[in-house]
């Protein structure tokens, strides 16, 4: 089992920044692809960034891209998720994710393990 704990949500006004943490434990951190999903009220939930292993092949959904950055600390076994530049269409419950066998790092079905979630809002 994989233990996945958020941080770092809050309510930001627009084009402020927040920076989203992710602690794992229970298994070796390093054999698990991590990610980030988001899901706001009403909508489907949504693949946001993802980081492999060793952090060298990232992922981010195109709404995304130049303004959040998805990093992991293999020896604190956190993952983050910087965003910046924040909208109000950022507006979500953010989940960090785990997964060990993965085909595609976009898809939620893949992953093995979830956290709570993070909440995020962001007004105008």
């Known amino acids: 089992q994989v233990q996945l704990v958020e941080s770092g949500g809050g309510l930001v006004q627009a084009g402020g920044s927040l920076r989203l943490s992710c602690a794992a434990s229970?298994?070796?951190?390093?054999?698990?692809?991590m990610g980030w999903f988001r899901q706001a009220p009403g909508k489907e939930r949504e693949f946001v960034s993802a980081?492999?292993?060793?952090?060298?092949?990232?992922n981010y959904v195109d709404s995304v891209k130049g303004r959040f950055t998805i990093s992991r600390d293999n020896a604190k076994t956190t993952v983050y998720l910087h965003t910046n530049s924040l909208k109000p269409a950022d507006t979500s419950l953010y989940y960090c994710?785990?997964?060990?066998?993965?085909?595609?790092?976009?898809?939620?079905?893949?992953?093995?393990?979830w956290g709570q979630g993070t909440q995020v809002t962001v007004s105008s």
């Open positions: 994710t785990a997964g060990s066998v993965m085909s595609r790092m976009t898809a939620g079905d893949e992953y093995d393990y």
């Open positions: 229970g298994r070796t951190f390093s054999n698990y692809v």
């Open positions: 980081i492999s292993r060793s952090g060298t092949n990232i």
